[in-house]
């Protein structure tokens, strides 16, 4: 692939989220000087599942498919599990596999955006739903056992390696600890291995891949 230099808007849970992503993406096209534009949260905001559900629901978010050439919507699956979900947004996730869940998370985005707008807009929007969070993405970075597969307790299985090849946790979701854990994700190579151990985020770069070729 040559060296690209498209726009990305990223629309996340998080800012730990954003920095995962914009290393992902600097490193997946080449471009190190990327233009990569952080719509949700903004930086000194906080954010969560809802906002997110909310920005796609928003003027905000068709006015960014002006200003970015492509939007990723990122979230993690499992917030779905909890009491505070309203009827609005629930998805029945019992009994879904990984690839299940992950289409019906995109199902319910496409219906808060709107299918119609969705359908004329499909090719530059990227999904890149974690199941059941982001952080499940870096086990196979520090585990090549059946641990680099799991999507429960991402965290906690982290946090049982970090202290000692990292010299911290990462409960608090602090940006300096991600923006660490981010270099893992600095060559092509490697994106790609991690992924093969992580369905859910094999499909993300499927179709970042795919975006990427649609708007070529």
């Known amino acids: 692939?040559?060296?690209?230099?498209?726009?990305f808007g990223i629309i996340s849970e998080g800012n730990t989220d954003q920095i995962i992503l914009r290393q992902i993406l600097t490193t997946w096209t080449k471009n190190p000087y990327l233009r990569?534009?952080?719509?949700?949260?903004?930086?000194?905001?906080?954010?969560?599942?809802?906002?997110?559900?909310?920005?796609?629901?928003?003027?905000e978010f068709k006015d960014a498919l002006i200003q970015n050439d492509l939007i990723i919507i990122q979230i993690d699956t499992d917030?779905?599990?909890?009491?505070?979900?309203g009827k609005e947004y629930k998805i029945d996730l019992k009994d879904l596999n990984v690839k299940e869940t992950v289409k019906a998370f995109r199902e319910k985005i496409v219906e808060l955006i709107g299918a119609d707008f969705y359908e004329e807009y499909s090719d530059r929007i990227i999904f890149a739903i974690a199941v059941n969070e982001i952080e499940c993405w870096l086990l196979p970075v520090y585990f090549?056992?059946?641990?680099?597969?799991?999507?429960?307790?991402c965290i906690d299985t982290?946090?049982?390696?970090?202290?000692?090849?990292?010299?911290?946790?990462i409960d608090a979701k602090d940006d300096?600890?991600?923006?660490?854990?981010?270099?893992?994700?600095?060559?092509?190579?490697?994106?790609?291995?991690?992924?093969?151990?992580?369905e859910s985020f094999d499909l993300f770069l499927e179709n970042l891949q795919f975006a990427i070729e649609a708007v070529a």
């Open 79 to 85: 917030f779905m599990s909890g009491d505070s979900v």
């Open 144 to 153: 090549s056992d059946k641990k680099a597969k799991k999507y429960v307790n």
């Open 36 to 59: 990569v534009n952080q719509l949700q949260p903004k930086p000194d905001e906080s954010g969560g599942w809802s906002q997110v559900f909310k920005y796609c629901q928003s003027s």
């Open 176 to 198: 300096i600890y991600y923006r660490k854990l981010a270099k893992n994700f600095r060559k092509k190579k490697d994106i790609e291995k991690y992924a093969k151990r992580q």
């Open 1 to 7: 692939m040559s060296h690209i230099n498209y726009s």
């Open 158 to 169: 982290l946090n049982q390696v970090l202290p000692q090849k990292e010299g911290f946790y």
